[in-house]
C-alpha cells in the first residue's frame, strides 16, 4: 500500500517494503530532474504519488504534467513535461521554501530527502554567487517545475522502496546557456559546486553538441539519492523505466533506472554490495583559536553550536604566540547550515576570525529505536556495518534515569538492557516516536 493512499499515514513513518530495492542509474547524456520523473512514471509510478504531496503543498492546479511516449535515436521512452499554470511564478527565498516543507504535512522520509535536495541546492547556489543559503532566491531551481520534479522523484524512488542507488558519471555539457543571470559557461556553476561540494565524477562531454546535459536539480537529486556514482554491481535487473531528453543530439537521448535485485552468492560479492550503503556527505569545518574565553564560555560557546544545529563540536588545546595557552574549537556543519552556525561564533566567541573548509567523511547508516525492557523503555542509537549487522548503543540518560528509577547500578541496568536487546531482532524494533 502507498503511503498517500494511507490518509491516516501522513506525517508517520514511512511504510517500507520488506526488501530494500537496488536501483541503478544510467545517465549517459546527461541528468535532469523531469528525466529521472518520467522514468519513474515509465516504471509504473502512479500520479497520485506526485500529486498528492504537492497538494499537501498546496500546490494542487497549478501546474499539468504532460507525458507521452517517444522515441529518440529509435528508442522509446516516456517524456515529461511540466506546465506552470501559475499567473505570477514566485521568485522563493530558500529560508520561505524551507518552512514551507518543513510545515507541510508529510512522511518524514519525504520530508528529509526534499529537504535534502533543496539545502544541497541552496548551497551551491550559494557558493556560486558569493552570500549566504539563506539569501538564495530559487528563480531557476526553485521554479515550479523543479519543485514538481523534487518532490515527485524523492516521492517515487520511496514508493519503489528503494534505499540503494548506484549511479553512472553524468556529463555535464560544454558551451553556453542562457540563464536569469545572463549568458553563462557550462557546465552550469551550480552543476560545478554540486560536484564539487559531493565529490561527483563528471563524465566527459566529448562528442556532444554546446549545451547544457546536466541540470542543478537533476545532479542534486543524484547526489543526495545516490550511495556512489560508478559501474553497477552484480544484479538481476528486474523492471526498466526509460526517462526522455527534449534535445536532439547524435544519439538516444535518455536515461534508464533500473529496479533490480542483487546477484551473485560470492560473499566477496555481497560485502561490495553491502558497502554501497556507507554515504559519502560533504560537511563544512569551522575552526577558531580562542585565547582570551574562560572554560565556562567555551562550554557554552560549543553547546550553542550544537543547538544551533553543528553535527559537532570538539576542543583541542594548543598554544598560539608568546607561549599562550589557548583552545581550538572545531565545529562540523552542514553546508547549509554554515550561515546560521557564523552568527553563533560572532555571538558568543571572542574571535576576529573564523577559518572554513570542507571536507568530505564516509558515514555509516544510522537510526533511532526504542527497545521494551524489564526496567522500562530505553532509546538506542544503532549503525549499520557494511557486513549488514547493526550495532547498537544506549542513550546514556536512559540508563542513568533507569538506575535511579530502580536504585540499581548502571553496570545492572546496561547488562538488563543488552540481555533485552539479544532477545529482540533489530526488525522487530519500533521507530523512536
Same mark, same amino acid.
Given at each position: 500500500?502507498?503511503?498517500?493512499?494511507w490518509?491516516q499515514?501522513w506525517?508517520?513513518?514511512?511504510?517500507?517494503?520488506?526488501?530494500?530495492?537496488?536501483?541503478?542509474?544510467?545517465?549517459?547524456?546527461?541528468?535532469?530532474?523531469?528525466?529521472?520523473?518520467?522514468?519513474?512514471?515509465?516504471?509504473?509510478?502512479p !500520479?497520485?504519488?506526485?500529486?498528492?504531496?504537492?497538494?499537501?503543498?498546496?500546490?494542487?492546479?497549478?501546474?499539468?504534467?504532460?507525458?507521452?511516449?517517444?522515441?529518440?535515436g529509435?528508442?522509446?521512452?516516456?517524456?515529461l513535461?511540466?506546465?506552470?499554470?501559475?499567473?505570477?511564478?514566485?521568485?522563493?527565498?530558500?529560508?520561505?521554501?524551507?518552512?514551507?516543507?518543513?510545515?507541510?504535512?508529510?512522511?518524514?522520509? &519525504?520530508?528529509?530527502?526534499v529537504? $535534502?535536495?533543496?539545502?544541497?541546492? *541552496?548551497?551551491?547556489? /550559494?557558493?556560486?554567487?558569493?552570500?549566504?543559503?539563506?539569501?538564495?532566491?530559487?528563480?531557476?531551481?526553485?521554479?515550479?517545475d523543479?519543485?514538481? =520534479?523534487?518532490?515527485?522523484?524523492?516521492?517515487?524512488?520511496?514508493?519503489f522502496?528503494?534505499e540503494?542507488?548506484?549511479? %553512472?558519471?553524468?556529463?555535464?555539457?560544454?558551451?553556453?546557456?542562457a540563464?536569469?543571470?545572463?549568458?553563462?559557461?557550462?557546465? /552550469?556553476?551550480?552543476?560545478? +559546486?554540486? *560536484?564539487?561540494?559531493?565529490?561527483?565524477?563528471?563524465?566527459?562531454? $566529448?562528442?556532444?553538441?554546446?549545451?547544457e546535459?546536466?541540470?542543478? @536539480?537533476?545532479?542534486?537529486?543524484?547526489?543526495?539519492?545516490? @550511495?556512489?556514482?560508478?559501474?553497477?554491481? @552484480?544484479h538481476?535487473?528486474?523492471?526498466?523505466?526509460?526517462?526522455?531528453?527534449?534535445?536532439?543530439?547524435?544519439?538516444?537521448?535518455?536515461?534508464?533506472l533500473?529496479? *533490480?535485485?542483487?546477484?551473485?552468492s =560470492?560473499?566477496?560479492?555481497? $560485502?561490495?554490495v #553491502?558497502?554501497?550503503?556507507?554515504?559519502?556527505?560533504?560537511?563544512?569545518?569551522?575552526?577558531? !583559536?580562542?585565547?582570551?574565553?574562560?572554560?565556562?564560555?567555551l562550554?557554552?560557546?560549543?553547546? +550553542?553550536?550544537?543547538?544551533?544545529?553543528?553535527?559537532?563540536?570538539? %576542543?583541542?588545546?594548543?598554544?598560539?604566540?608568546?607561549?599562550?595557552?589557548? !583552545?581550538l574549537?572545531?565545529?562540523?556543519?552542514a553546508? +547549509?547550515?554554515? $550561515?546560521?552556525?557564523? &552568527?553563533?561564533?560572532?555571538?558568543?566567541?571572542?574571535?576576529?576570525?573564523?577559518?572554513e573548509?570542507?571536507?568530505?567523511?564516509?558515514?555509516?547508516?544510522?537510526?533511532?529505536?526504542?527497545?521494551?525492557?524489564?526496567?522500562?523503555?530505553?532509546?538506542?542509537?544503532?549503525?549499520?556495518?557494511?557486513?549488514?549487522?547493526?550495532?547498537?548503543?544506549?542513550?546514556?540518560?536512559?540508563?542513568a534515569?533507569?538506575?535511579? #528509577?530502580?536504585?540499581?547500578?548502571?553496570?545492572?541496568?546496561?547488562?538488563?538492557?543488552? #540481555?533485552?536487546?539479544?532477545?529482540?531482532?533489530?526488525a522487530?524494533?519500533?521507530?523512536?516516536?
Amino acid at each position: 500500500m502507498s503511503c498517500w493512499h494511507w490518509r491516516q499515514g501522513w506525517g508517520a513513518p514511512w511504510l517500507g517494503r520488506p526488501e530494500a530495492v537496488l536501483a541503478l542509474l544510467d545517465a549517459p547524456t546527461g541528468l535532469a530532474g523531469n528525466m529521472l520523473l518520467a522514468a519513474l512514471l515509465d516504471l509504473g509510478l502512479p !500520479q497520485a504519488e506526485i500529486d498528492g504531496p504537492l497538494a499537501a503543498l498546496g500546490l494542487a492546479g497549478t501546474y499539468r504534467l504532460e507525458l507521452e511516449e517517444r522515441r529518440s535515436g529509435g528508442l522509446r521512452g516516456m517524456h515529461l513535461e511540466v506546465l506552470s499554470l501559475e499567473r505570477q511564478p514566485a521568485h522563493r527565498l530558500w529560508g520561505d521554501l524551507r518552512s514551507q516543507l518543513q510545515d507541510a504535512p508529510w512522511p518524514e522520509p &519525504l520530508r528529509q530527502r526534499v529537504l $535534502e535536495v533543496f539545502g544541497l541546492l *541552496a548551497a551551491a547556489e /550559494a557558493a556560486v554567487h558569493g552570500h549566504s543559503p539563506e539569501q538564495v532566491h530559487f528563480h531557476e531551481v526553485g521554479a515550479l517545475d523543479a519543485l514538481v =520534479d523534487v518532490v515527485g522523484v524523492c516521492a517515487g524512488l520511496l514508493h519503489f522502496g528503494v534505499e540503494q542507488l548506484v549511479c %553512472s558519471p553524468p556529463p555535464a555539457g560544454h558551451g553556453l546557456v542562457a540563464t536569469a543571470h545572463g549568458t553563462l559557461p557550462l557546465p /552550469a556553476p551550480a552543476v560545478l +559546486e554540486l *560536484a564539487r561540494l559531493r565529490a561527483i565524477p563528471l563524465a566527459s562531454a $566529448e562528442g556532444f553538441p554546446p549545451g547544457e546535459l546536466t541540470t542543478p @536539480t537533476g545532479l542534486a537529486l543524484a547526489a543526495c539519492w545516490a @550511495t556512489r556514482f560508478g559501474h553497477p554491481p @552484480t544484479h538481476v535487473p528486474k523492471r526498466v523505466g526509460v526517462g526522455l531528453g527534449s534535445r536532439s543530439l547524435y544519439r538516444p537521448n535518455l536515461l534508464r533506472l533500473t529496479l *533490480a535485485d542483487r546477484g551473485g552468492s =560470492d560473499p566477496a560479492q555481497q $560485502e561490495t554490495v #553491502q558497502l554501497e550503503t556507507v554515504h559519502l556527505e560533504t560537511v563544512l569545518v569551522q575552526q577558531a !583559536q580562542i585565547d582570551d574565553a574562560t572554560a565556562e564560555d567555551l562550554a557554552f560557546l560549543a553547546e +550553542e553550536l550544537r543547538q544551533a544545529g553543528a553535527l559537532e563540536v570538539f %576542543s583541542q588545546a594548543i598554544a598560539m604566540k608568546k607561549g599562550r595557552p589557548a !583552545q581550538l574549537l572545531t565545529a562540523l556543519v552542514a553546508p +547549509e547550515q554554515a $550561515e546560521r552556525l557564523r &552568527l553563533v561564533w560572532w555571538r558568543h566567541s571572542s574571535t576576529l576570525g573564523l577559518r572554513e573548509h570542507s571536507q568530505t567523511r564516509w558515514v555509516l547508516p544510522r537510526r533511532s529505536r526504542q527497545l521494551a525492557t524489564p526496567l522500562g523503555p530505553v532509546r538506542l542509537k544503532q549503525a549499520q556495518l557494511p557486513d549488514g549487522r547493526w550495532r547498537s548503543k544506549p542513550e546514556h540518560d536512559d540508563l542513568a534515569a533507569l538506575a535511579r #528509577q530502580h536504585t540499581l547500578g548502571i553496570d545492572q541496568v546496561r547488562l538488563v538492557v543488552q #540481555q533485552a536487546l539479544e532477545a529482540q531482532p533489530d526488525a522487530n524494533l519500533p521507530s523512536e516516536p
